[in-house]
């Protein structure tokens, strides 16, 4: 969550050596479903829900991204209180869009724009990963992943692996 909130605004800390993006970027983040996504990626970068003036919904900006940084989110359809899209404002004046997608959605759901950051929370279906390095090949983007194998040797994990190291390859 940190590193996904230095790449949307630019905001990286004096002691930091990887890469860096001096333009806004165009972002996911992803989970399991819907409701996970919600609950962990979305609270963990842009804080709670709250109400605002007029019964509207926004975001208190307790998270990562900070507060001023926030702009106006899109709320997706169908699931309460999650955001579709949002615009976070980078050090170079412009916007970075964010947008939070769910791994059960299938593959077709992350195929045809190209992203410069996509972080996957939790393991993924192997097709939905390799379709978001397709999404990073222009851009020279960034693919992160998060989890715990659980699974134990899933295809997934085996990717990791030097190919002498996975089972029944040589």
Known sequence: GYETTCHLTGLYPHWWKGRRFRRPIRAWAAGDTNETTRDIIQLELLGQVAEAEGGRKALDGSGLVPRERIGQPKW???????VDT?????VSGGWSVLAFKSFDQGRKKF????KELIWLDEECPLDVYNECLLR???TRGILMTT??????LSEH??????REMRPGEK
């Open 76 to 82: 997706k359809a169908g699931v309460a209180d999650f």
């Open 86 to 90: 949002i615009p976070v404002q980078h």
């Open 111 to 114: 195929q045809g724009t190209a």
């Open 147 to 152: 989890f715990t194998p659980l699974s134990g």
């Open 136 to 138: 990073t090949a222009t």
């Open 157 to 162: 994990v085996l990717e990791f692996l030097p």
